[in-house]
């Protein structure tokens, strides 16, 4: 019997939905439906100062008037905090984390006085700073209620793991360079996890089959893999499709002020012919593949 396949979309509801939205919806909708697969909503919520009820709505309101329906309840991270705590006591039962005390100041400042600072995909890498600390001094740090993050030790991590790779439906096989990122930050200061625990521990906890995201997110998959490897978790394959540009050659943001989904239903477009044109795009073979 063939595998049973199940995407997901995980929009965050930090703003209303815009094109490149919905093309992301529609192509991880569209790989499962194709297959005979489910297809789950889950909204990426964790974030509480920029997460807003009112974008939830909006999220369920533009997904019905393209005409996308879910198999079962929406996930909402926010939660589901208990999983990602249990992940991340792992990590620091297996000596993989350490906390960090950096403020964003103090990291600019290390970082502009260094000669040569490494970057990777998202500009200059943490220098590292409380991976020195001793052991000593973090755990005081902690015991006195010291506000801190924590951050995965990525090169003692992938000493641990040894090589790992991942399938990407266009690329092929993939070989993890998960320290281009450096230690990347695992739990924030400011909420109790991160993008990258939280999304690789739903992916598996939910059965998630295929991974289908825009291509801004390849990188992240470096992490995403070695995270799975940590937690003895499975790796889906991924689907990184083509992000969608404006007249500038830019990507789609809300940043960046991109016409919603919600202003388009307002003016009149007509939903049925938007999503064709989204489909023909960049047309799915026919096995549902990338």
């Keep these: 019997?063939?595998?049973?396949?199940?995407?997901?979309?995980?929009?965050?509801?930090?703003?209303?939905?815009?094109?490149?939205?919905?093309f992301s919806a529609l192509r991880a909708h569209d790989v499962a439906r194709t297959r005979g697969g489910r297809f789950l909503l889950r909204i990426e919520d964790i974030d509480p100062t920029r997460c807003r009820p009112d974008h939830v709505t909006g999220i369920f309101e533009d997904l019905r008037w393209l005409g996308i329906e879910w198999d079962g309840e929406p996930v909402f991270q926010s939660r589901r905090l208990p999983l990602y705590a249990g992940a991340l006591d792992r990590l620091k039962a297996a000596g993989l984390v350490y906390p960090c005390f950096c403020t964003r100041a103090r990291i600019a400042a290390e970082i502009a006085a260094s000669a040569a600072?490494?970057?990777?995909?998202?500009?200059?890498?943490?220098p590292g700073t409380c991976r020195r600390l001793a052991e000593a001094e973090r755990a005081a740090r902690v015991a006195a209620g010291e506000a801190h993050g924590w951050r995965l030790d990525v090169a003692r991590a992938t000493a641990t793991t040894g090589p790992l790779s991942w399938q990407d439906a266009a690329a092929g096989e993939i070989v993890a360079t998960p320290e281009i990122h450096g230690d990347v930050v695992l739990a924030r200061k400011d909420a109790p996890t991160s993008y990258h625990l939280a999304v690789t521990v739903d992916d598996a906890a939910q059965g998630v089959t295929d991974v289908v995201r825009g291509h801004d997110l390849f990188a992240a998959t470096h992490v995403h893999r070695l995270l799975q490897a940590l937690l003895a978790l499975p790796t889906p394959r991924y689907h990184h499709h083509p992000l969608l540009?404006?007249?500038?050659?830019?990507?789609?943001?809300?940043?960046?002020?991109?016409?919603?989904?919600?202003?388009?239903?307002?003016?009149?477009?007509?939903?049925?012919?938007?999503?064709?044109?989204?489909?023909?795009r960049f047309p799915l073979p026919a096995k549902g593949g990338e």
Excluded: C, N
Excluded at 252 to 269: C, D, I, N, Q
């Design 1 to 22: 019997m063939p595998e049973s396949v199940i995407s997901r979309f995980a929009p965050s509801p930090t703003g209303r939905l815009h094109l490149g939205h919905a």
């Design 117 to 126: 600072a490494p970057h990777g995909p998202d500009g200059a890498l943490y």
């Design 245 to 280: 540009l404006d007249e500038r050659g830019e990507r789609l943001a809300k940043r960046a002020g991109s016409p919603t989904l919600a202003s388009m239903r307002a003016e009149g477009v007509d939903a049925a012919e938007l999503v064709r044109g989204l489909r023909s």
